[in-house]
């Protein structure tokens, strides 16, 4: 496990209203940059968390377990509340809202969570075969020739994924699944309605299975599944300054 929190601090003066932001999988800390920035505009302040293995090389990732990643969510959410704001939020990207979503559970005390295509549903049958496959085929090459066809922001993401990542979120993905109804602090899911990555009906699995008595489902129809690369995050964006307006308010 990582020795210490990494990530992007953004902390505005004066400031009432702090975030964790967490990244998605095989990724970093740069999917978070244009939240973190809407953020501070509005004078909330955020640390982007940098996940165990990851914003190094694929190597580093292999070594890792979805207990590590969850670890360096905890270690960003301590750093976070150590500011002692008067309102602490989470909000996490795919396998960051996994995270989150895991995190809620456990941290009474936060004010609320914004979900960006949450991924509790992905592989299809293809990832039953995962267990097995990692055990032949170490990694996995990936062409990302397509990110600055579809998004208008640069985004780091490994080019090779370690097929035993994969099966960690996976695994993730399943515990997640059968925590959701733990999950009641106000919840804000934000679905991109044209995601490739994970099954777009994912945002309203969410929202059907939280216990949250304050959750609601915001679907981007354009968006792909990074919405906070994607020139559709202008509209994802109106919705969370509402969400957090209304429950400070």
């Known amino acids: 496990m990582d020795a210490e929190v990494r990530g992007r601090t953004r902390k505005p003066s004066p400031s009432n209203i702090a975030f964790l932001l967490i990244h998605g999988f095989c990724a970093d800390i740069d999917e978070m940059v244009s939240l973190a920035d809407f953020l501070y505009d509005r004078n909330i302040a955020s640390f982007s968390v940098r996940l165990s293995g990851h914003g190094t090389k694929p190597e580093d990732l292999a070594t890792k377990t979805w207990k590590d990643w969850y670890t360096s969510a905890k270690q960003g959410l301590d750093f976070v509340k150590s500011w002692d704001k008067q309102y602490t939020f989470i909000s996490g990207l795919s396998m960051g809202a996994l995270l989150s979503l895991n995190l809620s559970i456990n941290e009474a005390d936060l004010a609320g969570q914004i979900l960006f295509s949450p991924a509790v549903k992905i592989g299809g049958i293809a990832s039953k075969f995962v267990p097995l496959l990692k ?68 945002g309203e699995y969410v929202l059907d299975n939280i216990a949250s008595e304050d959750k609601q489902l915001q679907v981007i129809e354009a968006a792909e599944h990074v919405i906070t690369c994607h020139p559709t995050r202008k509209d994802a964006y109106h919705h969370v300054e509402k969400f957090i307006q209304r429950i400070i308010n």
Request: hydrophobic residues 35%; aromatic residues 8%.
């Open 135 to 202: 055990r032949i085929i170490k990694y996995r090459e990936v062409d990302l020739s397509y990110i600055p066809e579809i998004y208008d922001l640069p985004r780091t993401k490994y080019a090779r994924e370690p097929l035993s990542a994969i099966h960690e979120l996976l695994k993730l993905a399943d515990y997640t699944r059968q925590i959701l109804s733990e999950v009641h602090i106000p919840t804000l899911i934000i679905q991109a309605g044209a995601d490739k990555t994970i099954d777009p009906s994912s």
